[in-house]
């Protein structure tokens, strides 16, 4: 019987290195379509299947934190815009 704790995938959060704690939005969208990809597929068991579900949750939450940052720097870049400029002479 293989030992599960000696897995990559299960390195304790203190291993993980900035970029893995929290990707980009390129990396966790990837990794999404990954995981649903092989949930997709079957063939897994409960326990791996729970697990993916469970990251993919938590890169759905990435994703939307990354989307919901965008929407306010748009937001404010946009309100930005449409303050009255002071005209210079040239």
Partial sequence: MA?????????????????EATPSYER???ELTEV????????LTLEQSIELWE????LAAIC????QGARVKLAAAMAQRQEPQEETPF
Avoid: N
């Avoid at 990251?55 to 938590?58: S, T, V």
């Fill in 55 to 58: 990251r993919g949750e938590k």
């Fill in 36 to 43: 649903v990809r092989r949930l997709e597929t079957g063939g």
């Fill in 3 to 19: 030992d599960e704790k000696a897995s990559p995938e299960k390195a304790s959060p203190a291993e993980k290195t900035p970029e």
């Fill in 28 to 30: 966790a969208r990837e």
């Fill in 64 to 67: 939307e934190e990354w989307l």
